[in-house]
């Protein structure tokens, strides 16, 4: 009855954009099991967002965190979601979690409110500094920088690499997608 909403459904519409019919069957059976596990008959939005993060992102993998570790993690998924409410309020954030998926030990999971197909300069920037947010927070807490933010560098990195050099977002109207190799 829950996922009844209109809203909800306009929610779970937004974030299985681009799902094929396989994926979002894939989606709910996931979501269903999740229900089954806590003795429920009906499926909540939860058990759809805990279902989503599995198919999206993995299973969560315990780990045994060192006590350092654990305080580094979570100020650096900290640092994304607070330049996420600072850059980009107009984005869902949807997970803030330091359980280890995949090779991410920690995340924060933010996306579009409405169906996007374009974006401004503004909009880029925001996202690279989201990016960069969790490095941002390593260096105001614990004065160093783990290996942690690598993947973050990287997609930081192919932001702006578009930017400038596919869509003109710094002054050149060079494109580096004409450069034959």
Not at 57 to 81: F, K, S
Not at 141 to 168: I, K, Q
Request: hydrophobic share 45%.
């Amino acid at each position: 009855a829950e996922l009844d909403d209109p809203a909800l459904r306009d929610t779970m519409a937004g974030v299985t954009q681009g799902y094929s019919p396989v994926m979002i069957e894939h989606l709910l059976d996931e979501a269903l099991v999740n229900a089954v596990r806590r003795g429920e008959h009906a499926l909540t939005w939860s058990d759809v967002e805990k279902a989503r993060l599995v198919e999206e992102v993995g299973m969560g993998q315990p780990v045994a965190y060192t006590p350092h570790e654990r305080r580094l993690i979570a100020t650096h998924e900290a640092g994304h979601a607070t330049l996420a409410w600072l850059t980009a309020p107009e984005r869902r954030l949807e997970v803030l979690t330091i359980v280890k998926r995949r090779s991410a030990l920690g995340m924060l999971a933010h996306g579009d409110r409405e169906d996007v197909f374009t974006r401004s300069r503004a909009e880029m920037q925001a996202l690279i500094q989201i990016a960069m947010g969790g490095q941002c927070a390593e260096e105001l807490f614990f004065g160093d920088v783990s290996t942690g933010p690598g993947g973050d560098l990287l997609y930081a990195t192919n932001a702006a690499a578009e930017m400038v050099g596919a869509h003109g977002m710094e002054g050149s109207l060079v494109s580096y997608a004409a450069i034959q190799n």
